[in-house]
């Protein structure tokens, strides 16, 4: 693994060695923030599948290439079940 080494104010440093120690398990600062990094990115996909889904003609074409996609699994190539 390559690592470098980043400039955060030291307030910043401690929140994430709490959230490292307490939140999760003990980890170390990398893999907790590795761990922040993914479930932000998570968020953001949930955010946009709701703004998806907020708008009523986008989340019918989307659920309609769902259907179409649905379809395809089920076309007689070999490795399904």
Known sequence: MTSTTIKVETS???DLARVAAEDLGGVTLNTALTHLLTEHRKAAVLAAYA?????????????SELDEWDGLAGDGLGGGQ
Do not use: F
Not at 51 to 63: I, N
């Open 12 to 14: 910043v440093r401690d």
């Open 51 to 63: 703004r998806l889904e907020a708008d009523a003609s986008a989340w019918t074409d989307y659920e």
